[in-house]
């Protein structure tokens, strides 16, 4: 079945701890993003890529960082430079250029920094 | 800077109404609106996608319609059912091949049985 993972559902860190977030996607799409979900808030964009090795923040990126080094994986890494880590991040994919194209979400990950 | 607007926030109603779910933005030269349907603690799915040429689409029970010059898109759902009942996010895309979408803050519906 072709899709976004995200790896794990839940997670658990301690304040000052880096964590890693995992999205895979195996829909051979171009173009993938990363986006946090507060309680009562819209999506936020963090980081999206058009292109292997290539990415560019989005509206929210402080605290963040991605790496895009295979097509099917974009990883974020939450720093302990992120004040307020504890959100719901989903991760998205779409085909490049994509005037046109819907965008596809994974189910998930909910991140808790205690 | 676009801005997405989807009031109520919340709506509850009876099963078989039909409904309408409206959608306001700021900006109108958007390439796309997409809307999408977020259970609880899950992603989102996305429910019908309007190019920015079109006047609406249709998806079994599902009616986007969009007013790109007066910044507005409704959602109507059609004899409502409680397996309806989530929260609906309507999300304009950015012109040019940057496809980034910019969210509203959803409206959470329940339909009662």
């Known amino acids: 079945d072709g899709g976004i993972t995200q790896s794990p559902k839940y997670l658990f860190r301690k304040e000052g701890q880096n964590v890693t977030l995992s999205c895979e996607q195996n829909l051979n799409h171009d173009a993938m993003y990363w986006y946090r979900q507060d309680p009562g808030q819209g999506l936020r964009l963090i980081y999206y890529s058009q292109i292997v090795n290539d990415f560019q923040k989005g509206d929210i990126a402080e605290g963040y960082s991605v790496s895009r080094e295979k097509k099917e994986s974009f990883p974020l890494t939450v720093t302990s430079a992120q004040k307020n880590p504890t959100a719901f991040y989903l991760c998205a994919s779409n085909p490049r250029g994509s005037g046109g194209h819907e965008q596809y979400f994974g189910p998930g990950t909910r991140l808790t920094v205690t | ?113």
């Open chain 2, 1 to 113: 800077k676009q801005e997405v607007t989807q009031i109520p926030a919340a709506l509850s109603v009876p099963e078989g109404e039909n409904l309408v779910l409206n959608c306001s933005f700021t900006d109108s030269a958007i390439y796309n609106l997409q809307w999408f349907r977020q259970d609880p603690g899950k992603g989102l799915t996305s429910l019908l996608l309007i190019q920015s040429s079109q006047r609406e689409q249709t998806s079994g029970r599902l009616n986007a319609s969009l007013d790109k010059s007066s910044g507005r898109s409704t959602l109507y759902i059609a004899a409502s059912q409680p397996g309806d009942s989530a929260t609906y996010l309507c999300a304009p895309g950015g012109t040019g091949a940057n496809s980034k979408l910019t969210f509203g803050k959803g409206i959470t519906l329940s339909v009662r049985p």
